[in-house]
């Protein structure tokens, strides 16, 4: 907790022991599961959400993201009040992919990503293949957090699925901002998450939260890949109200996976 605030990180990418090449950490640390959780404890997460990835670039079958959604899984078994898991999907698997929806909401699972299809075989996320899927997490009232998609992309997403409640990733440098602005007007079940590069650049929050509201953003660190406290102080910083600070900060999240602490 920082300055009376519940602070839930919606974008991190935890390490499983037990999983290679799961760890994205350019500088070799943390690497391990304990040392993660205990950074993002020491810098102000007081929870956590986020898939455990690796680069499958050319996958034969659905085989390695199957084995990264158990890995997410099984941490969340392991650290139940402070990690939710991120389930993995992928659209040239679709009866793969319904089916691990199907398991892990049985679960208590609600969250699908981060999704990085440049990582994952395939790039767009709005072909009958991913809408199909798409569709089914729809219905199970989940929410999908995307890797910075396509204006174009993400437009047509939408469209197909306007009741598809999703949380893309990274507002990026200002033109992109401006463009991604626009689209969060356009569509109401649209959100953006801050992780990543653009909330270092002083008033890009406070633009957002003017512009679609402090309703569609959501707090992400990147973690380990990103720092986490300039993501937080980035926003404690900001000229924005204390009431937008929490709904950033968790109460977005909380809405939106139905999972609140």
Not at 112 to 128: C, K, N
Not at 140 to 147: A, D, E, K, R, Y
Not at 166 to 176: I, L, T
């Given at each position: 907790m920082i300055e009376g605030f519940r602070i839930v990180d919606a974008h991190c990418h935890p390490i499983n022991d037990n999983l290679a090449n799961s760890k994205f950490n350019a500088y070799g640390s943390p690497d391990n599961a304990v040392d993660f959780f205990a950074d993002m404890r020491a810098y102000g997460m007081d929870f956590c959400v986020g898939s455990v990835i690796r680069s499958t670039k050319e996958p034969?079958?659905?085989?390695?993201?199957?084995?990264?959604?158990?890995?997410?899984?099984?941490?969340e078994e392991k650290y139940p009040d402070f990690y939710q898991t991120g389930i993995r999907i992928n659209p040239l698997f679709v009866k793969d992919s319904i089916a691990e929806l199907e398991k892990y909401h049985k679960k208590g699972v609600t969250w699908?990503?981060?999704?990085?299809?440049?990582?994952?075989?395939?790039?767009?996320?709005?072909?009958?293949e991913i809408l199909e899927i798409f569709g089914v997490a729809r219905d199970?009232?989940?929410?999908?957090?995307?890797?910075s998609p396509g204006t174009e992309d993400l437009d047509r997403l939408m469209k197909n699925l306007p009741?598809?409640?999703?949380?893309?990733?990274?507002?990026?440098?200002?033109?992109?901002v401006l463009e991604r602005t626009e689209l969060m007007k356009k569509h109401k079940n649209l959100h953006w998450d801050i992780s990543g590069t653009g909330l270092f650049r002083w008033g890009m929050l406070r633009y957002l939260v003017e512009q679609c509201g402090a309703e569609k953003l959501l707090f992400g660190t990147d973690f380990p890949i990103c720092n986490i406290s300039m993501q937080v102080y980035g926003v404690l910083s900001e000229k924005i109200s204390e009431e937008a600070k929490a709904a950033i900060f968790s109460g977005n999240y909380d809405r939106l996976s139905g999972r609140s602490r």
């Open positions: 034969v079958d659905f085989t390695p993201f199957a084995e990264t959604n158990a890995a997410g899984f099984e941490l699908i990503g981060e999704l990085v299809p440049y990582m994952s075989g395939y790039t767009s996320i709005s072909t009958p199970m009232g989940m929410t999908v957090n995307i890797h009741d598809l409640k999703v949380v893309a990733a990274h507002p990026g440098e200002r033109a992109a």
